[in-house]
Antibody, heavy 120, light 110 residues
Framework: QVQLVQSGAEVKKPGASVKVSCKAS????????IHWVRQAPGQGLEWMGI????????RYAQKLQGRFTMTWDTSTSTVDMELSSLISEDTAVYYC?????????????WGKGTTVTVSS | QSALTQPASVSGSPGQSITISCTGT?????????VSWYQQHPGKAPKLMIF???NRPSGVSNRFSGSKSGNTASLTISGLQAEDEADYYC??????????FGGGTKLTVL
């Protein structure tokens, strides 16, 4: 079935970087954009960015510009996100999600989420 | 980009209808037909319920409907059921080619 499988939970110290992977299966990976969305504990959803299937076009939320990077690996059907210079406010569940169509900015398939904890 | 404005909570009894509002600006909700709604149960990933203001993905109950007037979009759930109790988030495409979510609304089925 169509699914996105994310890497496991991470605990990082302030100032460090974290990388989260999102592996797609059950559909043609190269046909759909991928979004990243995060949710801090007890808080709402925050859109982080979107990457195109060849990985050469990205759009980032202004708040994260300069700290957030997405990469696309067609050979492994995997999209990675990396967040650097971590602060406590980056503690959240990070989701990858498939765009519903051809850059619709709707998300129809979601990973289960990866918990990232930033703590000294 | 500021989050869209939603009420923190709404409630209703089984069988009733409720409406959740989502207010933005002409740079997002008011400027485009690209409004979506997501349902999120505790500990679970969000689920797409409405896209393009008033369209339902395959498999979503027709008890869920959407609308928009000016800078405010709305989600209506009719015939409330216990399983509808969840958090609901609106989302909108923006002039900056990004996506912005609302702060979320907790729906309680009494």
């Amino acid at each position: 079935q169509v699914q996105l499988v994310q890497s496991g939970a991470e605990v990082k110290k302030p100032g460090a970087s974290v990388k989260v992977s999102c592996k797609a299966s059950g559909y043609t990976f190269s046909n759909f954009y991928i979004h990243w969305v995060r949710q801090a504990p007890g808080q709402g959803l925050e859109w982080m960015g979107i990457i195109n299937p060849s990985g050469d076009r990205t759009r980032y939320a202004q708040k994260l510009q300069g700290r957030f990077t997405m990469t696309w690996d067609t050979s492994t059907s995997t999209v990675d996100m990396e967040l650097s210079s971590l602060i406590s406010e980056d503690t959240a569940v990070y989701y990858c999600a498939r765009d519903y169509g051809s850059v619709t900015y709707y998300m129809d398939v979601w990973g289960k989420g990866t918990t990232v904890t930033v703590s000294s | 980009q500021s989050a869209l404005t939603q009420p923190a909570s709404v409630s209703g009894s089984p069988g009733q209808s409720i409406t959740i509002s989502c207010t933005g600006t002409s740079n997002d909700v008011g400027g485009y037909h690209y409004v979506s709604w997501y349902q999120q149960h505790p500990g679970k990933a969000p689920k797409l319920m409405i896209f393009d203001v008033n369209n339902r993905p395959s498999g979503v109950s027709n008890r869920f409907s959407g609308s928009k007037s000016g800078n405010t979009a709305s989600l209506t759930i009719s015939g409330l059921q216990a399983e509808d109790e969840a958090d609901y988030y609106c989302g909108s495409y923006t002039r900056s080619n990004t996506l912005v979510f609302g702060g979320g609304t907790k729906l309680t089925v009494l």
